[in-house]
């Protein structure tokens, strides 16, 4: 497991979030532990958190993204992560996204991917 330590602002969180918020009612020592999201997905979570700004290079980190959005009830973090994955399905990367689909039943990713044609077959 890789830990990382970063100082954030529990007001900000809180504000962002109400896992965060329920988490520093019942939590009161520092550090706190985040351990359901990897540091390097966490950290695009913080860039929205407190720039309101989503960088996404890929598809997987977009999947990652949303299942941390899911869990800490960001719906709006939640819609840049299914919208991007859902302009960037193919065939490489559409099996990961209906696993999601069947996981969480997002009905918007649920209906781009039953439209999707995958165009780029060579892929396979």
């Given at each position: ?32 532990q ?6 390097r997905?966490?950290n ?43 302009k ?37």
């Amino acid at each position: 497991a890789i830990l990382s330590t970063i100082k954030l602002h529990r007001i900000v969180l809180c504000m962002s979030s109400p896992r965060f918020e329920i988490l520093f009612s019942t939590v009161k020592e520092d550090p706190v532990q985040i351990t359901d999201v990897e540091p390097r997905i966490f950290n695009i979570l913080l860039d929205y958190m407190y720039l309101d700004h989503v960088e996404l290079k890929n598809a997987e980190d977009a999947r990652h993204l949303y299942k941390a959005s899911v869990s800490y009830a960001i719906p709006h973090l939640c819609e840049i992560s299914a919208g991007y994955m859902a302009k960037d399905l193919n065939l490489v990367n559409i099996w990961p996204v209906l696993e999601l689909v069947a996981e969480i039943q997002e009905p918007f990713l649920k209906e781009e991917c039953g439209k999707s044609r995958c165009p780029d077959y060579a892929h396979v």
